[in-house]
């Protein structure tokens, strides 16, 4: 994906689930297998989305080993590269659309507002144009 995107600078490209593809690595993986080599392509960005996917109790809404997932991606890509989004319906099965959405404003006290707002819709109505 990092090499698709960086071929073609003008295509924008939205990774989904947190940008883990399985249970290949853990949060803290120094270069967050391998994407954390986009941090300089402005045109790749990843959805924070799916958080039971790669939760250790898919019914715990706390997410704390998601939450390291996007601790990871906010300090590796920035704020302004992460769009929230829960996954439905799939996660319907584990988490409220609520529980998902506190998940992040809950989750990460240290996220500024702006950061926050950002997240959780700000960039997804620059990138789509809404």
Request: glycine content about 10%; hydrophobic content about 45%.
């Given at each position: 994906?990092?090499a698709?995107?960086?071929?073609?600078?003008a295509?924008?490209?939205v990774?989904?689930?947190?940008?883990?593809?399985c249970r290949?690595?853990?949060?803290?993986?120094p270069?967050?297998g391998?994407l954390?080599?986009?941090?300089?392509?402005d045109?790749l960005?990843?959805?924070?989305?799916g958080?039971?996917?790669?939760?250790?109790?898919?019914?715990?809404?706390?997410?704390?080993?998601a939450?390291?997932?996007?601790?990871?991606?906010?300090?590796?890509?920035?704020?302004e590269r992460?769009?929230?989004?829960?996954?439905?319906?799939?996660?319907?099965?584990?988490?409220?659309?609520?529980q998902?959405?506190?998940?992040?404003r809950?989750?990460?006290?240290?996220?500024p507002?702006?950061?926050?707002?950002a997240?959780l819709?700000?960039?997804a109505?620059?990138?789509?144009?809404?």
């Open positions: 994906l990092v698709l995107a960086s071929r073609h600078p295509v924008r490209f990774c989904n689930h947190l940008g883990v593809p290949c690595f853990e949060p803290d993986h270069t967050y391998g954390l080599a986009a941090r300089s392509l045109n960005l990843v959805k924070a989305s958080f039971y996917g790669v939760a250790d109790r898919p019914w715990d809404w706390r997410c704390p080993r939450l390291g997932f996007l601790r990871a991606l906010l300090r590796g890509l920035g704020a992460i769009l929230w989004g829960t996954d439905w319906p799939p996660t319907a099965s584990h988490l409220t659309y609520r998902a959405l506190e998940v992040v809950n989750g990460l006290p240290e996220l507002e702006p950061d926050l707002t997240v819709g700000g960039n109505a620059r990138v789509f144009g809404i």
